[in-house]
Each structure stands twice: as structure tokens, then as C-alpha cells.
């Protein structure tokens, strides 16, 4: 079974920039890059959103608009580790931070989650 572990969250300023990192282990069948990574939020009172995410073959990547041009989903497969870099950070931005792993696509579904991080943005 997977296991997924988030870092990097923290506080910062409106217009600031975290880098969030996602480590994954318990490997079986098959190493990271033969799977898509997700990033996903949930904001207090709010469902869990979709942020963005990378998938296994040839590393295409997805943002969700609101995200768009401000972060950057990127793999380390040798480190087991994806990355969110975030940057440009709004008061919006503000949530818990998730990775997931599931299958070779994004469009394929989430299995395994990590516990989250928590990033807030305030002045």
C-alpha cells in the first residue's frame, strides 16, 4: 500500500511563494513513474477541490483555472517526490493540501492520500 506525505506548507504573505512536496513509498507492482500524482485542497466549510496534477506518461500536467500561471506541479521520480510550487499566493489559497495517488492518469481515480499540510495566506 502507499503511503503519501506532504511537507512544505506554512504561512506567508499575499503575493508569497511556498514549494510543497509530496514523498511517496510502499511500493509494489510498480515505482512513481508509472503513476499520476495529484494535489487537491479543502478549505474550511469547503469540499475537497481538485489543484492540479501529473500524470505517468510523458508527464503531462493540469491546473485547475483559479491556479493557472501562479503554480507548478513537477516529479522527481528518482527522489519518489512530486512537487507544488506555489507561488503568487492569495488569502484564497488558503487550505489544507493533499497529494493522492492512483492510477496512470489523472482521470483515473485517487486511492491513496496523504495526511495534508496546510498552507495559509495572510498579511
Known amino acids: 500500500q502507499l503511503q503519501l506525505v506532504e511537507s512544505g506548507g506554512g504561512m506567508v504573505q499575499p503575493g508569497g511563494s511556498l514549494r510543497l512536496s509530496c514523498v511517496v513509498s510502499g511500493f509494489t507492482s510498480r515505482t512513481l513513474e508509472y503513476y499520476a500524482i495529484g494535489w487537491f485542497r479543502q478549505a474550511p466549510g469547503k469540499e475537497r477541490e481538485p489543484v492540479s496534477c501529473?500524470?505517468?506518461?510523458?508527464?503531462?500536467?493540469f491546473y485547475e483555472n483559479s491556479v493557472a500561471g501562479r503554480f507548478t506541479i513537477s516529479r522527481d521520480n528518482a527522489k519518489n517526490t512530486v512537487y507544488l510550487q506555489m507561488n503568487s499566493l492569495k488569502p484564497e489559497d488558503t487550505a489544507v493540501y493533499y497529494c493522492?495517488?492512483?492510477?496512470?492518469?489523472?482521470?483515473?481515480?485517487?486511492?491513496?492520500w496523504g495526511q495534508g499540510t496546510q498552507v495559509t495566506v495572510s498579511s
Open positions: 501529473i500524470d505517468s506518461d510523458e508527464g503531462r500536467t
Open positions: 493522492a495517488a492512483g492510477g496512470y492518469s489523472c482521470g483515473a481515480d485517487f486511492g491513496s
